[in-house]
């Protein structure tokens, strides 16, 4: 009792810091809203996603189009509304694949230790030697592009700083008293990794993945302005910021709006990531 006593002060205490920084609020708040209106874009965009009007063509914000349109006469803000969903998915869903393969590889290789540690995170020091985006291309052009394959592809090379964050984390509760009693009990060793050592990583595994999500969606960015991610008539942001980029002397509006929308959302969840990290750490007091 008194154990989970401690554990809900803790958690208490972690919240109260989180609120205290007024930074990790705002990017908290603004990624939910996001998410909100990610949700609800069928329903609130103005425009089908794909309507054309090339009679229209590219024309600045106006009441009929606030945020303006595009080449081709479409809604920049319809089209803005549709890539939050294709970004955010692939952040977050990239990430998900990222953190299963890397809490997963650097739990077995923590716990196990010995020659299996050693030939596991050797194989995570030789992927970390290839470059990332090469290794992300090598797996599209040989599975070929699509939005799936493309969120696998992405949290398949993105585990490896995980994996190690885990390792390190399982080598220093391994030896723990909970641990070594359940080892007493004949606990089996999945049970002791799944529901002792994985739960009590939870805190730099929360704070890594909060910091990953914009990495994924940065890279999806990449490669979507390489031509190499989601295909026309669908939208991302990296998209958007592709085209704006080859009109933005004749039509400014269609890449400063996709740069202004993704630079706040890469800015929010790096603020949230920050405070969860000085949160979840007692060390650190109120900001």
């Known amino acids: 009792m008194s ?4 554990i809900s002060s803790i958690w ?11 930074l990790a609020v705002f990017g908290g708040v603004f990624i939910i809203l996001l998410i909100i209106l990610a949700t609800l874009t069928p329903w609130i965009a103005p425009y089908d996603y794909a309507q054309q009007d090339r009679v229209l063509g590219p ?8 945020l303006g349109t595009d080449y081709l006469g479409r809604d920049l803000l319809t089209r803005l509304l549709y890539g939050s969903r294709i970004s955010l998915l692939v952040g977050f869903i990239a990430t998900t694949v990222a953190l299963i ?11 196990l230790g010995g020659s299996i540690d050693t030939w596991m995170m050797r194989i995570v020091d030789t992927l970390y030697g290839i470059p990332f985006i090469i290794l992300i291309i090598l797996l599209m052009v040989v599975f070929g592009r699509s939005l799936v394959l493309m969120f696998m592809a992405i949290g398949a090379v993105e585990w490896l700083t995980m994996a190690r964050i885990v390792r390190a984390q399982v080598n220093s509760l391994k030896q723990r008293e909970f641990v070594l009693a359940a080892k007493a009990m004949g606990v089996k060793e999945t049970t002791i990794m799944t529901r002792h050592l994985i739960p009590n990583t939870l805190g730099p595994v929360i704070v890594y993945a909060t910091l990953t999500v914009p990495q994924v969606m940065l890279l999806e960015a990449f490669l979507s302005f390489l031509g190499l991610g989601v295909q026309a008539p669908m939208s991302s942001w990296g998209l958007l910021i592709r085209d704006g980029a080859v009109s933005m002397e ?23 990531g920050d405070g969860l990290r000085d949160a979840l750490d007692p060390r650190m007091g109120p900001n």
């Open 3 to 6: 154990e989970l006593l401690q």
């Open 12 to 22: 208490q205490d972690a919240i109260f810091r989180l609120k205290s920084n007024r």
């Open 59 to 66: 024309t600045p914000p106006s009441f009929q189009h606030l």
């Open 101 to 111: 393969i890397g809490v997963t590889w650097g739990t077995v290789a923590g716990y």
């Open 250 to 272: 004749e039509s400014w509006w269609l890449l400063v709006f996709p740069a202004v929308i993704f630079s706040t959302t890469l800015f929010s969840l790096n603020f949230l």
